[in-house]
């Protein structure tokens, strides 16, 4: 269902939103909507994990004898000399 809005914003704006809606093909009502839809949508977003990778999951062993912390640092120590 669709609604109409008024809104009262500076005519400058007004102009700069309607020439950049121009400029991209795409009204300033759906360019409006769009924003409001962005901002207002849930921010968390649940990932599905596929099959494929949920049976990957678990399937090497790390040793735990090694520092995988230290090793990092290490690497970036050498990297950024």
């Known amino acids: ?3 109409k809005l008024t ?3 500076s005519k400058k704006i007004i102009d700069m939103a309607k020439d950049y809606a121009h400029n991209h093909n795409i009204s300033l009502s759906k360019m409006i909507e ?3 839809e962005s ?3 849930k921010s968390v977003i649940e990932t599905e994990i596929s099959p ?3 049976s990957l999951s678990g ?3 790390l040793d ?3 520092d995988f912390q230290k090793d990092y640092t290490n690497f970036l120590t050498e ?3």
Do not use: A, C, D, G
């Open 1 to 3: 269902m669709e609604t």
């Open 7 to 9: 809104l009262r914003l």
């Open 34 to 36: 769009s924003y409001l």
């Open 39 to 41: 901002i207002t949508k």
């Open 52 to 54: 494929l990778v949920e």
């Open 59 to 61: 399937i090497l062993k």
């Open 64 to 66: 735990e004898s090694i």
């Open 79 to 81: 990297k950024y000399k």
